[in-house]
């Protein structure tokens, strides 16, 4: 069974400053599909980015990229630039082709003025 | 394009009760996936429709059940609740393409009493 672990239950950040949150997971496929989803106090998830297992270049998406790892497992995000509206619950999640998604605990990022 | 859609937004009912949400996907979208939230356990993947019929499941007792309409529209239905099922249910749609990109609604906070 895949599982994904998020080993930082809650962070914090000064603005403008930089932060990395991690994230392992644990699976046996060579395809599938990783994604960091945030969840503001209004609660819609929302992806923030997403890296396919195959790609070896790491995903960015403005001032989110991440850091992936394929044989350590890892697929950390870095913030660049925080800001007072990054502010959330991040979860990292797993899939594979045509299958559920699989969530971690989920980070608590505060970002401080 | 509006985005994903739950319906109702707050319920509250009684232990015993049964309670039906609603989803409408993104216009297109034919899959939806239904995720349930609670602190303790976190997200967790309950079923998955596509073209109204039932793809994945999830560990979920049979009181959680779903189907889907012809227009995308799905239905989550829990009958006999328990204090348990108090959650944040979630569902998420996505195309039959970019089926690994899904996109939340806000979610239904289902309070049992």
């Known amino acids: 069974a895949q599982t994904v672990t998020q080993s930082q239950p809650e962070m914090s950040v000064q603005e403008a400053e930089t932060v990395t949150l991690s994230c392992t997971y644990d699976t046996s496929e060579s395809n599938y599909y990783l994604f960091w989803y945030k969840q503001p106090p209004s609660r819609q998830m929302i992806l923030v980015i997403r890296q396919e297992a195959y790609k070896q270049q790491n995903a960015t998406e403005n001032r989110f990229s991440v850091n992936f790892q394929k044989a350590a497992k890892s697929f950390s995000l870095k913030i660049s630039d925080s800001q007072l509206g990054d502010t959330a619950m991040y979860f990292c999640?797993?899939?594979?082709?045509?299958?559920?998604?699989?969530f971690g605990a989920g980070t608590r990022l505060t970002v401080k003025p | 394009k509006a985005g994903v859609t739950q319906t109702p937004r707050y319920l509250i009912k009684t232990r015993g009760q049964q309670v039906t949400l609603s989803c409408s996907p993104i216009s297109g979208h034919r899959s939806v996936s239904w995720y349930q939230q609670t602190p303790g356990q976190g997200l967790q993947f309950l079923f998955e429709y596509f073209s109204e019929t039932q793809r994945n499941k999830g560990n979920f007792p049979g009181r959680f059940s779903g189907r889907q309409f012809s227009n995308s529209r799905s239905e989550m239905n829990v009958s006999t609740l328990e204090l348990g099922d108090s959650a944040l249910y979630l569902c998420?749609?996505?195309?039959?393409?970019?089926?690994?990109?899904?996109?939340f609604g806000p979610g239904t906070r289902l309070t049992v009493l």
């Open positions: 999640a797993f899939m594979k082709p045509r299958s559920d998604m699989r």
């Open positions: 998420a749609s996505a195309t039959s393409v970019s089926y690994n990109e899904q996109f």
